[in-house]
């Protein structure tokens, strides 16, 4: 299995900024996806953005310009930059995980982190 620990997340006045960071532990094998998805109380989950281990990206609608995903893979981390934020991105903040967890299978997981919320609010 696989672990994700999220951190950065917490309360910011409008056009504030905020970077949140993901780490992930555990049966990691070969390539993989990381990325970041949040949810508003009373709607769907949405994606932000994922980036590969081969350095990929791609961001969901809306998403690109104000938001800006990397990683470290020798340290199996993701952070996320948030700019210019606004009430509208008030939600719980997710980290996301896909690849292979074992060495015989090609098999690929899905993994989820806990969540962290970000709160944007004068």
């Known amino acids: 299995q696989v672990q994700l620990v999220e951190s950065g997340g917490g309360l910011v006045q409008p056009g504030g900024s905020l970077r949140l960071s993901c780490a992930a532990s555990?049966?990691?094998?070969?390539?993989?996806?990381m990325g970041w998805y949040r949810q508003a109380p009373g709607k769907e989950r949405e994606l932000i953005a994922t980036?590969?281990?081969?350095?990929?990206?791609n961001y969901g609608d809306s998403m690109k310009g104000r938001f800006t995903i990397s990683r470290d893979n020798a340290k199996n981390t993701v952070d996320l930059q948030l700019n210019n934020l606004g009430p509208e991105d008030t939600a719980e903040y997710f980290c996301?995980?896909?690849?292979?967890?074992?060495?015989?299978?090609?098999?690929?997981?899905?993994?989820w982190g806990q969540g962290t919320q970000v709160t944007v609010s004068s």
């Open positions: 980036i590969t281990s081969g350095g990929i990206r």
């Open positions: 555990g049966s990691i094998f070969g390539d993989n996806a």
């Open positions: 996301y995980w896909n690849g292979r967890t074992s060495a015989w299978s090609s098999a690929r997981y899905n993994y």
